[in-house]
């Protein structure tokens, strides 16, 4: 999440970051394996814009064994900036 911030603040207004992270059940695997779902990417993209995901369906690759599947989301800077209150 603290990477995400700082791509946030390196991008311009509008700006656009292609990542991949693995998908499934949000899962902590040992200390350093991250397993992203509804709830985890839901974090991840704060306070960007999904324009694009190459995956067909979130809720199809959540099996315990589709976390090997990384597929680019395509993500855009929100325009207004992070949400304070």
């Known amino acids: 999440l603290e990477a995400m911030a700082q791509i946030w603040c390196l991008?311009?207004?509008k700006g656009y970051v292609i990542i991949g992270v693995p998908i499934g059940p949000d899962e902590l695997v040992w200390n350093a394996h991250r397993i992203y779902g509804p709830a985890r990417l839901?974090?991840?993209f704060a306070n960007f814009r999904l324009?694009?995901?190459y995956c067909d369906s979130i809720?199809?690759?959540l099996g315990k064994?589709?976390?090997k599947?990384?597929?680019p989301?395509?993500?855009q800077k929100e325009p207004n900036g992070p949400?304070?209150?």
Do not use: A, D, Y
Request: charged share 25%.
């Open 65 to 67: 064994e589709q976390f």
């Open 69 to 71: 599947n990384q597929p």
């Open 73 to 75: 989301f395509i993500l």
């Open 42 to 44: 839901k974090h991840l």
């Open 83 to 85: 949400e304070t209150g």
């Open 11 to 13: 991008l311009k207004p």
């Open 59 to 61: 809720s199809k690759s």
């Open 51 to 53: 324009v694009r995901s």
